[in-house]
């Protein structure tokens, strides 16, 4: 079966910072490049990162650079997005996604509060 599990999201307080994973399986995970999107209530989904096939390149939003990383392990099927340096306005549910399949996860929720 074709899908995509997040997971590690929680409940951080301003300036933490959290490592979220999303483990692949049902194709070959390192064919293809991935991202990381994600929801706040009640605005659009909004593209946080990207990554290429082979973890050569990367790029991001511009409200998250020089917090967040995206990387990738092909071995493992898995992705991840450390986010540091956390702000109340990251707070939604963070999703991965296949671009070229259309393929999403269910998400994990990432709230950060006082």
């Known amino acids: 079966q074709v899908r995509l599990v997040e997971s590690g999201g929680g409940l951080v307080q301003p300036g933490g910072s959290l490592r979220l994973s999303c483990t692949a399986s049902g194709f070959t995970f390192s064919y293809y490049s991935m991202s990381w999107y994600r929801q706040a209530p009640g605005k659009e989904r909004e593209l946080v990162a990207h990554?290429?096939?082979?973890?050569?390149?990367?790029n991001y939003a511009d409200s998250v650079k020089g917090r967040f990383t995206i990387s990738r392990d092909n071995a493992r099927n898995t992705a991840y997005l450390q986010l540091n340096s956390l702000k109340v306005e990251d707070t939604a549910v963070y999703y991965c996604n296949i671009p070229v399949f259309g393929l999403w996860g269910l998400g994990t929720q990432v709230t950060v509060s006082s």
């Open positions: 990554i290429t096939n082979d973890g050569g390149s990367t």
